[in-house]
């Protein structure tokens, strides 16, 4: 893989404060610690521009890279990091929701799910919670370096099936290991080509206001 023109452009506490622009953007979602700022790292092939931690609750805030100068990735806080005061928890969970729910340039939501365990319930409520509110979702499996490689599918499939039975349509999954590079550049085509087309459908010379 090439290395991609990424870099970061602000980090916003709050959706009024996020990048006033008329470009597509993907957001990177999951539990504290499945891995959101090391894959964009890893997209990135550069292990500085994302700040990521071996401990839980590293991401706090709402954070912006630009790509190719044409799309936004974003870097969320993550969900479930039981080790912080209430306040702090519903502050982080409302920063989370107001993005999620409110951002008019979000194309697609990642949600990042560690592929070492079974679906969590609180991994289960958000994704049914994107779904009832129509946000468009995949799900990207991480840390795939840390299962066998023979016992990798099963992994994938037993997770979708309980999925499956909440999902009538499975939402699109990819496969990846920051550490080992899997799965990087398919998932980096998908937001190419979701945020393309957004790009030249919603925010194209067409749009009204341009
Ligand atoms: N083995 C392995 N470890 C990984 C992988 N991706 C992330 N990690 C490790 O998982 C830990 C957490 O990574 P982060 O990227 O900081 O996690 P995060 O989801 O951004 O966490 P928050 O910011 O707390 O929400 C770090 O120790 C990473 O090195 C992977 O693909 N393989
Ligand atoms: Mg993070």
């Excluded at 894959?39 to 700040?51: D, E, G, H």
């Excluded at 009538?168 to 290991?177: A, C, D, G, N, R």
Aim: charged share 25%.
């Amino acid at each position: 893989m090439s290395s991609l023109q990424i870099s970061f452009i602000k980090s916003s506490s709050e959706l009024k404060e996020c990048p006033d622009s008329r470009m597509a953007e993907c957001a990177l979602i999951g539990r504290s610690n499945v891995g959101k700022s090391t894959l964009i790292n890893a997209l990135a092939r550069n292990k500085n521009l994302a700040k990521t931690s071996s401990k839980p609750g590293k991401t706090q805030l709402i954070n912006h890279f630009i790509v190719r100068q044409e799309w936004h990735l974003v870097d969320l806080p993550g969900y479930g990091y039981a080790k912080r005061s209430k306040t702090e928890i519903g502050k982080i969970s409302q920063r989370i929701d107001q993005y999620l729910f409110r951002r008019k340039q979000l194309a697609c939501t990642y949600v990042l799910i560690d592929l070492r365990h079974s679906l969590q319930s609180i991994d289960l409520a958000f994704i049914n919670k994107l779904g009832e509110h129509q946000i468009p979702l995949k799900i990207v499996f991480t840390k795939a370096d840390k299962i066998p490689k023979n016992k990798k599918q099963a992994q994938v499939n037993s997770i979708l099936e309980e999925l499956g039975e909440y999902w009538q349509t499975l939402p699109e999954h990819f496969v990846t290991s920051s550490e080992k590079g899997i799965g990087m550049e398919a998932l980096l085509a998908d937001m190419d080509s979701i945020c393309t087309e957004i790009n030249a459908n919603y925010f194209g010379s067409s749009h009204p206001g341009k």
